[in-house]
């Protein structure tokens, strides 16, 4: 079946460092790939999307590539802010049934100032 | 911002209740979806609806039941909750295809004691 399997948690760094979360998926065919977003209390925002290969998906400044070469959709940032600091789900929409998402287990990013 | 609500937000109840955990949204969706969020912060998706009259069971097994009886409401109610019940649950919507990101509501955090 479709996986998507996230960097391991969780992490901290100093604000304006820059990141990266490491994103893998298994999947049939040529799923659209998202990352949410969770704040302390709050459901799931969408941060960007991509939905094929080679697209980039960008905003607030952090971006993902669509690599099917390498199943991957890994998210950067420049320099984090302590406002970036949330849990991050990476995400594949399956192309069939329920159209679901499936996602990985979710990074705990933490920023210090 | 999507329009999609969940309310309560939290509730704490003893063993053996009836609760429903109500989710609306005002984006005129087809597809609506219920996830458990655990501890660990993995989500799962348990039931699912491509439309009024419309409901399917998720991945995870759960003694929840749905219904969909208008577009806008697709509220998820347990019989009789147990402790294992604990657990956040978030609610979410589409429309179009599988490119088309989910909005999600911001949860309800239930507690059974």
């Known amino acids: 079946g479709n996986s998507v399997t996230q960097m391991e948690g969780p992490v901290t760094l100093s604000e304006e460092a820059f990141l990266t979360i490491n994103c893998t998926y298994t999947?049939?065919?040529?799923?659209?790939l998202f990352w949410y977003v969770q704040y302390p209390g709050e459901g799931l925002q969408l941060l960007l999307k991509?939905?094929?290969?080679?697209d980039k998906g960008s905003n607030k400044g952090f971006e993902a590539t669509y690599r099917k070469e390498t199943t991957s959709f890994h998210l950067e940032k420049g320099s984090v802010q302590v406002s970036d600091s949330a849990v991050y789900f990476c995400?594949?929409?399956?192309?069939?049934?329920?159209?679901?998402?499936?996602f990985g287990q979710g990074t705990r990013l933490t920023i210090n100032p | 911002e999507a329009d999609i609500y969940q309310t309560p937000r939290y509730l704490v109840i003893g063993t053996g209740k009836k609760i429903t955990l109500e989710c609306s949204q005002t984006?005129?969706?087809?597809?609506m979806y219920w996830y458990q969020q655990d501890p660990g912060m993995e989500l799962h998706l348990i039931h699912y609806?491509?439309?009024?009259?419309?409901?399917e069971k998720g991945d995870l097994s759960s003694e929840s039941t749905v219904s969909r009886i208008r577009t806008e409401h697709f509220p998820l109610t347990l019989e009789s909750a147990r402790p294992s019940h604990t657990s956040q649950y978030l609610c979410?919507?589409?429309?179009?295809?599988?490119?088309?990101?989910?909005?999600f509501g911001d949860g309800t955090r239930l507690s059974i004691l």
């Open positions: 979410a919507s589409r429309t179009g295809g599988a490119d088309q990101p989910q909005h």
């Open positions: 999947a049939t065919g040529y799923p659209s």
């Open positions: 991509a939905t094929k290969a080679d």
């Open positions: 995400a594949l929409s399956e192309l069939g049934g329920a159209q679901k998402l499936v």
């Open positions: 984006m005129g969706h087809d597809k």
């Open positions: 609806s491509y439309g009024v009259n419309s409901t």
